[in-house]
C-alpha cells in the first residue's frame, strides 16, 4: 500500500510562484524509487489534466503544453519526495494539484491518468488576479 500526501498549495496571487511537495508513504508493494511520478491537476468543472511527470531516476521529466517553461518537477527518493515548483503562476493554474504513482511506463503513458495507480487527496491552488 503506498500512500501519497501533497502539501504546499495555498491563496496566491498573479505572478507568485509555489512549490508543492508529495510525500510518499510505503507499507507494502512498489517503492516510489521505483516509480514514475506524476502531477496532474482538476479545475472545477474540468478533465483532471497532465502537469509534469519524472521517471524513476530523476533523469528524465515530461511536461503539460499548458505548463511548460512555468513549471519544474524534481524527486529526492531519499526522502520519498516530489516536488512541483510553479512560477509566474496565473488565475487559469488555479485547481486542485494530485500527485501520483506508477510503475515504470513509457513517455506516451506517463500523460495518462489510468496509468497511475496511486494518488494523493490532493492540494488545492488558487491564484488570484
Known amino acids: 500500500q503506498v500512500q501519497l500526501v501533497e502539501s504546499g498549495g495555498g491563496l496566491v496571487q498573479a505572478g507568485d510562484s509555489l512549490r508543492l511537495s508529495c510525500v510518499a508513504s510505503?507499507?507494502?508493494?512498489?517503492?516510489?524509487?521505483?516509480?514514475?511520478m506524476g502531477w496532474f491537476r482538476q479545475a472545477p468543472g474540468k478533465e483532471r489534466e497532465f502537469v509534469a511527470a519524472?521517471?524513476?531516476?530523476?533523469?528524465?521529466?515530461y511536461y503539460g503544453d499548458s505548463v511548460k517553461g512555468r513549471c519544474t518537477i524534481s524527486r529526492d527518493n531519499a526522502k520519498n519526495t516530489v516536488y512541483l515548483q510553479m512560477n509566474s503562476l496565473e488565475p487559469e493554474n488555479t485547481a486542485d494539484y494530485y500527485c501520483?504513482?506508477?510503475?515504470?511506463?513509457?513517455?506516451?503513458?506517463?500523460?495518462?491518468?489510468?496509468?497511475?495507480?496511486?494518488w494523493g487527496q490532493g492540494t488545492q491552488v488558487t491564484v488570484s488576479s
Open positions: 510505503v507499507a507494502s508493494g512498489r517503492a516510489i524509487s521505483r516509480s514514475t
Open positions: 519524472i521517471t524513476w531516476s530523476g533523469a528524465t521529466s
Open positions: 501520483a504513482s506508477a510503475p515504470i511506463t513509457t513517455a506516451q503513458q506517463m500523460v495518462l491518468p489510468g496509468t497511475y495507480d496511486y
